[in-house]
């Protein structure tokens, strides 16, 4: 396969902030990863819920489930690449000295060489972008320059789809609490404060989030007119 250019970068970045979620736009890293770069499977791993790592994007099961190892086993290419920063290089899984349980695993499964390229912003560590293959002795220095140029590219989409998704959920749940408020304040006779702090009370003592608490009164008085 031909070395990208800059110019098929530039397009790569252009294709992936064009994206129209966030969803698509992980799938694509990986897909377009595997269509460009030196590898024969891609996968995205994203911190997520609380710090966790999970893979998010994959171009074959085979590669979630040596993420998984790597989450289970804390340690890896992948997971060194999240939680020290860098890059990392393992030629030949099964002999790298830095990751003995890992690499076996890895090894068995018939992955044998692993790039594993951070992805984050001045600010942030998004995740890893993890370049797999069934050879060892895969990649080269270009390679590894090739995959930091790629991973630039993608961390900037991954962070404004991010920014997207949750800008997106937080208008839908203002939405829904709204719509809730309104609903009580219809049928129990309430002011905008009163209706609000029922919502929180009732939130409080069934332990549920707010957003939750809004939408099951909303569904219900959806289903309610039906």
């Known amino acids: 396969m031909p070395e990208p250019t800059s110019s098929v970068f530039a397009e790569i970045a252009l294709y992936l902030q064009d994206l129209p979620t966030h969803r698509q736009t992980v ?13 024969d499977y891609a996968s995205v791993t994203l911190r997520v819920g609380r710090g966790a790592l999970e893979t998010v994007a ?5 590669v979630e489930k040596a993420d998984a190892l790597q989450y289970e086993f804390s340690e890896g290419p992948c997971f060194d690449a999240v939680e020290e920063g860098g890059d990392y290089l ?5 002999n790298d ?5 890992w690499g076996p695993a890895a090894a068995n499964l018939g992955l044998h060489s ?20 069934a050879k060892p002795r895969q990649y080269d220095d270009e390679d590894v320059v090739l995959a930091r ?14 920014d997207q998704d949750n800008l997106r959920r937080a208008i839908d749940t203002r939405h829904a609490i709204g719509q809730a408020q309104g609903i009580l304040m219809e049928r129990y006779s309430l002011d905008n404060d009163q209706a609000f702090a029922a919502l929180r009370r009732l ?7 707010l957003k939750v608490v809004a939408q099951r009164i909303v569904d219900e008085h ?5």
Not at 58 to 62: D, I, S, W
Not at 97 to 101: A, D, K, V
Not at 203 to 209: A, L, P, T, Y
């Open 27 to 39: 799938d694509q890293v990986a897909q377009v990863a595997c269509e460009v770069l030196t590898c």
């Open 58 to 62: 994959a171009t074959h099961p085979v």
């Open 90 to 94: 393992a030629q030949e899984v099964a």
């Open 203 to 209: 939130s409080q003592d069934g332990n549920v989030k």
């Open 114 to 133: 692993l790039l594993g390229v951070r992805l984050h912003t001045r600010h942030t560590t998004l995740g890893a972008l993890n370049l797999y293959a």
């Open 222 to 226: 959806m289903a309610s007119r039906v």
């Open 149 to 162: 140029i790629f991973a630039a590219h993608a961390s900037v989409a991954l962070a404004a789809s991010t």
């Open 97 to 101: 000295s830095r990751w003995p349980i």
